[in-house]
């Protein structure tokens, strides 16, 4: 099992970037992807990005291409989420989540085994 700690949520005007952070800890050498995914109020939790532990090969949701940047430190465990040119739209929890699932796409939340608490993103118009 891994344990998955978000950190760097907030309040941000509509152009503002975030970046967000995820710690993981625990069996984390069995991962082989690592996602954020987010959900705004009355709506399905939705796939935004994810990397691969060992390659680095990253995958975004369309909303976000161009916009956002998942990357990791191996060294710390940690995946980091940059979120630039935010706007309204993006306003959600977001989630980070590990996945063990080789061969499952990246894209899907069925892919993933362990979530985090989650982390607010409000963006302001």
């Known amino acids: 099992q891994v344990q998955l700690v978000e950190s760097g949520g907030g309040l941000v005007q509509a152009g503002g970037s975030l970046r967000l952070s995820c710690a993981a800890s625990?069996?984390?050498?069995?991962?082989?992807?690592m996602g954020w995914f987010r959900q705004a109020p009355g709506k399905e939790r939705e796939f935004a990005a994810a990397?691969?532990?060992?390659?680095?090969?990253?995958y975004y949701a369309d909303s976000v291409k161009g916009r956002f940047t998942i990357s990791r430190d191996s060294a710390k465990n940690t995946v980091y989420l940059q979120m630039n040119s935010l706007k309204p739209e993006d306003t959600a929890v977001y989630y980070c989540?590990?996945?063990?699932?080789?061969?499952?796409?990246?894209?899907?939340?069925?892919?993933?085994?362990?979530w985090g608490q989650g982390t607010q993103v409000t963006v302001s118009s």
């Open positions: 625990g069996r984390t050498f069995s991962s082989y992807f």
């Open positions: 989540a590990a996945g063990r699932r080789v061969g499952q796409p990246a894209t899907s939340l069925a892919t993933y085994d362990d």
């Open positions: 990397i691969t532990w060992s390659s680095g090969n990253t």
